[in-house]
């Protein structure tokens, strides 16, 4: 009889550290998210609304990723939420293992809720999980309509859409039901979400969604 | 006496190509820009802009690079021009291989300008020369005036920035001395333009610059 040889599927360095990631926010009880988006397509606005909306009703802290700076964290600071920036030092994405050395430095027993910030990037992120729960995209109006067509991976890969920058509608050929079948070709269990962080409106809505993942 | 090692730097498999690139390039006299930008901040606009701008004077040729699909080269195949599209499969950047392809399937004696759009990307095409003369980075107003803190590897590797979406300067936040001056900081030589390629404002001063490297 000839040997059988058996090969398991091996779990990748980043997979590995993922899960782990996984298993310790489980324990505590954190709901995590990781966004991710283009560059300035509104994710630390977004962070911002969300605290804002949910402040009363949830403890809520952040991670920031950013190839340099810690302008984000700072920013999300002064909500008076814990943060810890992360620097890839030009790095495309984040990846498990920094998600691991931020959690060690939040003061985990106090969150509720993770916003996890992802570098600027319709690309590399959607490639490499971090231990999160949830994964958001959001895309902002004067993108385009047509970006579900060119980063098809993102898209198909994320558990929500956020339309972003609703506000800016009115100056800009954005076709809203056209990008919302878009998506749904791509990814037909996406949640979808219309916000305009800075008006405000439809937040509520989005914030209501994280909100029912908490309890 | 010790003996010396002399290590010699071994340009990597991309700069060589793109060094071969860039020979070819040179022979047949085309200039050649490699547009990087966000996802959505207008490089295909831009490239339509300058076909209108230019074609009576140049002979233009483009390269649309995207992670998928085919639609930017569809939409300057309009224009008339020859352009021959790249998809990544899922990759993030260009390299100097995919342009080498395209360049094999472009009529390269009947070109004065190609113009190569990258994958909409703030990070990795940074990294990755293709043998182009130029590098050109898309910034687009709605992304914010704090990009150049948190992707200084892009701002501060090109030879101009243009400021793109100016038309939407009366509906947003963004202080566009503030923005010049972070740039300065970071790369004193670029050039700065500031355009709409919604309404053509400011189209002739960029495109007077790329004619100029054409004569």
């Known amino acids: 009889m000839a040997e059988v040889k058996v090969v398991e599927k091996i779990m990748g360095a980043n997979e590995q550290i993922a899960a782990q990631n996984r298993r310790l926010l489980d324990e505590r009880g954190i709901v995590t998210v990781n966004l991710m988006a283009s560059p300035g397509a509104g994710k630390t606005s977004l962070i911002m609304r969300t605290i804002e909306a949910l402040r009363d009703r949830l403890r809520i802290g952040a991670i920031e990723g950013d190839t340099a700076s810690r302008v984000d964290a700072d920013r999300v600071a002064t909500a008076g939420v814990p943060v810890v920036q992360i620097n890839t030092g030009g790095g495309c994405h984040l990846d498990a293992p920094m998600v691991r050395y931020a959690l060690d430095r939040l003061p985990l027993d106090e969150i509720d809720l993770l916003l996890i910030e992802n570098v600027g990037n319709l690309v590399c992120p959607a ?89």
């Open 127 to 215: 490639g490499f999980a971090l231990g999160e729960h949830v994964r958001v995209l959001i895309a902002s109006v004067p993108e385009g309509d047509d970006k579900p067509y060119k980063y098809p991976g993102m898209f198909s890969s994320v558990d929500a859409v956020v339309i972003n920058k609703t506000d800016l509608l009115p100056y800009l050929e954005f076709d809203v039901p056209a990008f919302r079948q878009l998506i749904a070709g791509l990814n037909p269990e996406a949640r979808i979400f219309e916000v305009s962080c800075t008006t405000g409106e439809g937040v509520g809505v989005w914030a209501e969604w994280l909100a029912r993942m908490c309890s």
